[in-house]
């Protein structure tokens, strides 16, 4: 069976403010010759690829998918430097696309721009310039961001001196900050202070009082005083917070991260069906969902709920007829796939017989050669035939998500191992409803389930 290939078109920029048109504009000649329907555009807005690595770039991941479902005819860039800055990831993409047959082609124009070749080592030195170059690049601005930032909270920046003053509207609250943080010795006393300032301050104050800026230095090489900057503490004051303090800081993220990580569910609230807010305690240590809105109040903690989730999926899961499930899905695939592959086979016998006729009475076509009937129907006769594949990968993909959850009740059933509920959680559950003194889970794949209880207490640590 064919599959559709794309001549993609990715486009990256670093920051928000840069203007993608650019390369839009460099890659149009490009896409001129081509069919709109042989054409993919991925851009890729505000993404650095020296500072994140291929697998935390959603829309070069998407690439990579694409690739390795040999839908990818070519691949166009401006010019390596959009693609990879890393040469490690930079070489293991030439060797994907060597061995999908995918072209790669970059619509840079001059600047003595070498186009992507086959020649494995001449593409690793490639490589390995751009990765230098992107280095470079990002060392330099860091520095200069580091003793000149567009904007640091606590400051006002005078732009004809470039000197950094003493907000007058943040300066009170800094300065009792740094004041009360040298009097507190746990992470307990540490969110305690926190508390008192607004949520999206907490986390900043954490950097300020690891950055050397509000002392008016740059410690990345050496000691270097930052005369343009009005501190609000001394050198010997900052090191002593980063000794007293460093771990108290790491264990603080590291326990608001694990706070915010947990909000894995989208409960609905039972009353006015809105999603429900995820917030946390960082006192109490907890996270928890809740809806305040005109009604009766709705709150769960975030553990009980996932007890309460993970209890009816464990009981899911043994009343589950994964074989049921699966012979039926198989059934009805191959109704569907009999079904496309009979109309794909007949708009190829259509193709073929318009492009005899199109032959035998080329003489006829005048030079206006798109306007005629015939070409016209051989373009929507591949338009159709685009669909079906389409569709037919679609309905594919359905059959191999009802494959993987067969294979995660199986694993689950023979290993006794303890329940995936994220995994879990998204194959079985369709809806999360959460009542002052109830929830209720609406199960999907609810024709395959076996004499299942439909009400259960849950007391503490148990359902009954």
């Not at 081509?34 to 070069?60: G, Q, T, W």
């Not at 696309?97 to 840079?108: E, H, Q």
């Not at 009360?180 to 300020?208: H, N, R, V």
Request: proline fraction near 3%; hydrophobic fraction near 35%; glycine fraction near 4%.
């Amino acid at each position: 069976m064919n599959t559709v290939k794309y001549h993609v078109f990715f486009r990256r920029v670093s920051t928000a403010g840069q203007d993608i048109a650019m390369q839009s504009s460099a890659d149009a000649p490009f896409r001129e010759k081509l069919l709109p329907e042989e054409i993919m555009i991925i851009d890729e807005y505000a993404i650095s690829a020296n500072k994140l690595s291929v697998h935390e770039r959603p829309e070069m991941q998407k690439v990579i998918s694409l690739i390795k479902q040999e839908r990818v005819h070519t691949l166009y860039a401006f010019d390596r430097t959009r693609l990879f800055r890393d040469s490690y990831e930079a070489q293991e993409f030439h060797d994907l696309r060597r061995k999908y047959n995918v072209n790669l082609m970059f619509t840079s124009v001059g600047n003595g721009h070498i186009q992507a070749t086959e020649d494995i080592f001449l593409e690793g030195i490639l490589n390995i310039f751009s990765d230098i170059e992107g280095k470079s690049i990002a060392r330099r601005t860091k520095e200069a961001l580091r003793r000149y930032p567009p904007k640091k909270i606590g400051y006002e920046k005078i732009k004809e001196t470039k000197h950094y003053c003493k907000d007058p509207q943040k300066k009170k609250m800094l300065e009792q900050y740094f004041s009360s943080l040298l009097e507190i010795s746990t992470i307990e006393e540490l969110t305690e202070l926190l508390s008192g300032f607004q949520k999206k301050l907490k986390l900043s104050l954490i950097d300020i009082a690891r950055d050397p800026f509000y002392a008016a230095y740059d410690l990345s090489k050496g000691e270097n005083r930052l005369h343009h900057v009005e501190p609000y503490i001394d050198l010997t004051t900052f090191n002593r917070i980063q000794e007293k303090f460093g771990t108290i800081f790491d264990s603080y993220l590291e326990r608001i991260g694990k706070l915010d990580a947990q909000n894995a569910y989208t409960p609905q609230c039972g009353y006015c069906r809105r999603p429900l807010h995820y917030r946390i305690d960082e006192i109490k240590n907890i996270g928890y969902y809740s809806c305040s809105r005109k009604h009766g109040k709705v709150f769960i903690t975030f553990t009980d709920l996932a007890k309460v989730i993970q209890l009816v999926l464990e009981e899911i899961i043994h009343h589950f007829d994964s074989k049921k499930l699966l012979n039926q899905s198989l059934l009805r695939f191959r109704e569907i796939r009999k079904k496309m592959e009979d109309e794909i086979d007949s708009i190829e016998t259509q193709l073929n017989e318009i492009m005899e006729n199109i032959i035998l009475n080329m003489d006829d076509y005048s030079n206006d050669w798109k306007k005629e009937p015939n070409y016209k129907r051989m373009a929507q006769l591949k338009h159709e035939k685009a669909f079906l594949l389409e569709e037919l990968s679609d309905k594919e993909h359905l059959l191999l998500e009802n494959k993987m959850v067969v294979e995660a009740v199986e694993d689950y059933l023979h290993s006794k191992s303890e329940v995936n509920p994220s995994l879990l959680f998204t194959m079985f559950v369709h809806k999360l409803i959460v009542y002052q003194n109830e929830v209720d889970i609406e199960v999907s794949m609810f024709d395959y389930l076996k004499d299942l209880k439909t009400d259960f207490i849950y007391k503490g640590e148990e359902i009954a």
